[in-house]
């Protein structure tokens, strides 16, 4: 079985600060793994993804996240944040493509100003 | 990106109608689509996963007789809220899985909101 962990279901950071979303994993085969970030009132856009390859993938608007299977963990990072990264962020498992996805329980950043 | 088109953004319906959302996958085919519930500041629930040409798969707890599932294309599901109550007001979610270059990601239509009275 497969789950997802979301430390801190709500974080805040300073405008200009380093970005610190936590996620860990369990899964009984080589995970896929994303992020994904929903505006209000909206679906889910894709932040990034690990499925093979290099652990340190990079996304969009500056983030990035490493796969590290030691630790059954895929933080999501971006060094500085800005006001419009104020958003709920889910992060998510699945065991191959097309499969199931497990959602965390989404973390809400707040960048203070 | 593959695109996915939720149907309607938002619905505010009576007690006791039924109300259908659409679920499209605009520039790809999709022999299998995900229904998602969420609850306010919450995350997404699984509901059922869909198959074009069969039944839908639901997960434990899901009525399958008030959340009507429909897969009738390789590019449409439908989700009907039978006999809705206010209990059943949420977010529903549809995404869909694409294969090549985007393989093993979801693709998520824009939601849609249910409100009933």
């Known amino acids: 079985a497969q789950s997802v962990t979301q430390l801190g279901s709500h974080v805040s950071v300073s405008e200009g600060a380093l970005v610190l979303l936590r996620c860990n994993y369990s899964s009984s085969v080589p995970p896929y793994l994303f992020w994904y970030v929903q505006y209000p009132n909206q679906g889910l856009q894709l932040l990034l993804k690990y499925t093979t390859g290099a652990t340190l993938v990079k996304g969009i608007n500056g983030f990035e996240a490493e796969f590290k299977k030691s630790e059954t963990s895929f933080h999501l990072t971006k060094p500085s944040a800005h006001m419009s990264d104020a958003d709920e962020y889910f992060c998510?498992?699945?065991?191959?493509?097309?499969?199931?996805?497990?959602f965390g329980t989404g973390t809400s950043l707040t960048v203070i100003p | 990106g593959a695109v996915v088109s939720q149907h309607p953004s938002w619905v505010i319906c009576k007690s006791g109608t039924s109300v259908k959302i659409e679920c499209r996958s605009l520039d790809f085919q999709a022999t299998t689509m995900f229904w998602y519930r969420q609850f306010p500041k919450q995350s997404l629930m699984l509901m059922a996963t869909?198959?074009?040409?069969?039944?839908?798969?639901?997960e434990q707890g899901v009525e399958k007789d008030k959340f009507l599932i429909n897969h009738a294309s390789l590019t449409l599901s439908t989700l009907t809220v039978t006999s809705a109550h206010p209990e059943d007001s949420s977010f529903y979610i549809c995404?869909?899985?694409?294969?090549?270059?985007?393989?093993?990601?979801?693709?998520f239509g824009e939601g849609s909101r249910l409100t009933v009275l």
């Open positions: 998510a498992v699945s065991e191959r493509a097309g499969n199931q996805f497990y």
């Open positions: 869909s198959n074009e040409g069969s039944k839908a798969t639901y």
């Open positions: 995404s869909a899985p694409t294969s090549g270059v985007n393989t093993g990601e979801l693709f």
